[in-house]
T-cell receptor, first 114, second 115 residues
């Protein structure tokens, strides 16, 4: 049962434009969401997170939006740069549960076209 | 300096063998994890340890045994390897179990191939 879904396996965006990566979840108890970026042959790198008490969090070029009613979040990258080409994973957790763990989506491969 | 280091990076072995993957973190974190990424690229937790104490043990075959000699190390030993164990195994650490504003720090992964 995949509780975190990234339905777009790949996305291509022109350099300088906005990249929008989407993520849906099914477990309404999730209350913290994270985005990770992964280059080939490397481990995932933490990008940004958002608590369910917020609907937006931004850090530089990266902004995450959360729509709890739709159980949907998105990561916006503006402007997109060639170095952003990577696989992006969405993850979610139920915090304060005592044995918190991250549940990951299957990733979206983002390619930035120069 | 590598924050979370795993060895080996690649491991090719025959069915039925026993192998270990080592993980060390120099971040002073209290919690360490093992995740498995299967052929469908699905990252799934296997174990977590907090200050050497086992916290999470997902439905993993008991052929997999984690060992944490101290809070900076979390090794993974696998007995009687099977073809289905082929995957990339990631070690990770975090300051504590609820540090979601910072996430985990992952190692670069160990690609295990069972032939």
């Amino acid at each position: 049962d995949q509780q975190v879904k990234q339905n777009s396996p790949s996305l291509s965006v022109q350099e300088g434009r906005i990249s929008i990566l989407n993520c849906d979840y099914t477990n309404s108890m999730f209350d913290y969401f994270l985005w990770y970026k992964k280059y080939p042959a490397e481990g995932p790198t933490f990008l940004i997170s958002i608590s369910s008490i917020k609907d937006k969090n931004e850090d530089g070029r990266f902004t995450v939006f959360l729509n709890k009613s739709a159980k949907h979040l998105s990561l916006h990258i503006v402007p997109s740069q060639p170095g952003d080409s990577a696989v992006y994973f969405c993850a979610a957790t139920i915090s304060n549960f005592g044995n918190e763990k991250l549940t990951f989506g299957t990733g979206t491969r983002l390619t930035i076209i120069p | 300096d590598t924050a979370v280091s795993q060895t080996p990076k690649y491991l090719v072995t025959q069915m039925g063998n026993d192998k270990s993957i080592k993980c060390e973190q120099n971040l002073g974190h209290d919690t360490m994890y093992w995740y498995k990424q299967d052929s469908k690229k699905f990252l799934k937790i296997m174990f977590s340890y907090n200050n050497k104490e086992l916290i999470i043990n997902e439905t993993v075959p008991n052929r997999f045994s984690p060992k944490s000699p101290d809070k900076a190390h979390l090794n993974l030993h696998i007995n009687s390897l099977e073809l289905g164990d082929s995957a990339v195994y990631f070690c990770a650490s975090s300051q504590d179990m609820g540090a979601w504003d910072y996430g985990y720090t992952f190692g670069s992964g160990t690609r295990l191939t069972v032939v």
